[in-house]
C-alpha cells in the first residue's frame, strides 16, 4: 500500500455521526494515520469543530460532499454511512482502496437473509462475495489480507464474544441461548428521532425490535459457524438512558458433564493472549462502566443457581470496540501494523 509520508491517508465517510467522530477522536492520535479526507452531505462546507466542538484544535479537512472527493489522495477509507445506502457508494470506489464498513450492509453472507432482513436486493452481489466479516479476535488472519472488512454490529460483537468459543469447543448446547441485552441512546444513532428524546428514554428502560431486530441473523450466522451447524438465538435489546455502552447478559444450557468453571476456563484460555478481551475471576461481572471510552470487552462467567445452566455477562463500549474501535484493529491489521496502535487508552472512569 501507498503511504502519504509514511502514513496511511485515510477518508471517512459520514464524518457528522457518532462513529464517525469517534474514528476521528482515535485516529486523531493515531501515529500512523493521516485524515485527509472527512464526508458529511448536511454539513458540507463546515469545519469539524462547528459540527464536534469537542474534536476542535485538530488539524482536521473541511467537512465536504462525497461527490467531492478526491480517492486518488487515499489509501484507505471508513464508510460509517446509514445502512443501505452503503453498497452503492463502495461499489464505486477505485480499487486501490482498502475499506473498513461501520454499516450493515456486507456482513450478512447470505443475500436473501439480507434482502429479507433489510427490505431490498443487495446493490454490490460481487463485493459481498469479497467482504470479510470483521470480528477481530475470531476473523484475524482473513481479516490482513482484506481489501473490503465488514465491520460487525456492536450488539453481535457483545454475544459473540463470550459465546464463539464455547460453541467451537462443544461446552454449551447450540440451543435455548437467550441474549438480553442493554444499549446506550447512541447506539441508536445521532439522527433526530423521537425515540430518542430526552423525554422518551430518560427515566426508564424499553424493549425494542423484539424477535425483529436486524442484528439477530449477524449473531446466527457466526454462532452457526462456530457450532458447523445453524444456529438460532432469543435476542431481545434494550435502550437503557445513558450515552453509550452494552451489556449483555447470555444464559446458555451446559453440555453434559460441563460447568460453569470450565467455561470461563476456556474463555479464559482463549483471550489469555487477546490485547482488549479479558475474562473475569468465575462469578465476577463486569459494568459498562469499566469500559467506557476503550476497545475493551470484559466477560463474566456466573454459574446459575438452575442446574446445567450457566450466565454469561459481556461489557463493550458500543462506540468504540462495538464500532469505531474495532473498525481501526482491522485497519491495523489490514495495513500491517500492531493491531494495538492508537487503541491503548484505559478506560475512562468514573
Known sequence: MALGDNRIRI?????????????????ARHPAADIRLLSAERSAGKDVDA???????????????IDDADWSTLDLVFCALPHGTTQEVVAALPDHLKIVDLSADFRLHDLA???????????APDLQVEAVYGLTEVKRDTIRDARLCANPGCYPTAAQLPLIPLLEAGLIEAKDIIIDAKSGVSGAGRAAKEASLFAEVSEGIHAYGVASHRHSPEIEQGLSEAAGHPVTVTFTPHLVPMNRGILASIYVRLAEGETAAELRRVLAERYAEEPFVSVLPLGAVPAT???????????GVVADRVTGRAILISAIDNLVKGASGQAVQNMNLMTDLPETLGLEQPALFP
Open 11 to 27: 477518508g471517512i465517510l459520514g464524518a457528522s455521526g457518532y462513529t464517525g467522530a469517534e474514528l476521528i477522536r482515535i485516529l
Open 51 to 65: 459540527v464536534f466542538p469537542h474534536l476542535s484544535g485538530l488539524d482536521l479537512p473541511k467537512l465536504i460532499h
Open 113 to 123: 437473509a439480507y434482502e429479507t432482513w433489510y427490505g431490498h436486493a443487495h446493490k
Open 289 to 299: 462502566r469499566h469500559v467506557r471510552g476503550s476497545n475493551h470487552c470484559l466477560i
